[in-house]
C-alpha cells in the first residue's frame, strides 16, 4: 500500500510538472494501469518471488540467478526486440546498483548466519526483489518508457529502503 500511494502521489506530481502533452498522458496512463492491476500485480510480485527464492542458491552472479530462473523468458526476450532489451537491462542495473548499496549489510548477514541458512540469505537479495517486480510489471503490456518508470519507482520505493530491513536481520541472527 505505501508503495503504490507513493507511486501514485509522484507520478502525479510528474504528470503536473510536464509541458510535453505525449509524458503526460504516458504518466497518467501508468496510474491508470497501476491502479486497475494493482491486487494482480502484488499477487504476481509475491508468487514471482516465492518462486525465485525456492529456485535460488547464494552464489549466483545477478545475471546467473536471472538466466538460472527465468530462461525462456530471457531467450524470448532475446528474439523479441530492442524495447524488451532495453527494459531488460535497466531493471538489471538497478539491481546491480541495489545489490551494491547493500553489499556491506548482505555480507554481514552472510557471515552471522549459519551456512545452513545461507539459501534464505538470497530470498532477502535485490536482485530477487528486482527479478521478480520485473516479471510482474512484464504481465501489465506497459509501454517501455512506461516500464523505465516503475521501475525507477519500485528503486526508490523498495529498494533505497532496504537497510532497515537488513539491520532488523542481522539483530535478529546476532
Known amino acids: 500500500n505505501f508503495f503504490q500511494n507513493n507511486v501514485d502521489d509522484f507520478l502525479f506530481e510528474l504528470a503536473g510538472k510536464t509541458r510535453d502533452e505525449d509524458l503526460n498522458y504516458l ?57 524488451d532489451l532495453e527494459a531488460a537491462i535497466a531493471m538489471k542495473n538497478i539491481a546491480e546498483q541495489a545489490q551494491r548499496r547493500y553489499a556491506g549489510e548482505l555480507s554481514a548477514l552472510h557471515a552471522a548466519t549459519p551456512v545452513a541458512q545461507h539459501q534464505c540469505l538470497a530470498s532477502v537479495s535485490p536482485v530477487l526483489l528486482c527479478i521478480a517486480w520485473k516479471q510482474a510489471v512484464d504481465t501489465l503490456k506497459l509501454s517501455v518508457k512506461a516500464k523505465f518508470v516503475v521501475y525507477k519507482l519500485f528503486s526508490k520505493f523498495v529498494l533505497d529502503d532496504l537497510a532497515p530491513l537488513y539491520h532488523g536481520l542481522l539483530a535478529d541472527v546476532g
Open 27 to 83: 504518466y497518467l496512463d501508468t496510474i491508470s494501469r497501476l491502479r486497475n492491476k494493482r491486487d494482480a500485480l502484488k499477487k504476481i510480485f509475491v508468487a514471482n518471488f516465492e518462486h525465485l527464492c525456492q529456485d535460488s542458491t547464494p552464489c549466483q552472479s545477478t545475471m546467473a540467478i536471472a538466466i538460472a530462473t527465468d530462461s525462456a523468458a530471457i531467450d524470448k526476450l532475446l528474439l523479441s526486440g530492442n524495447d
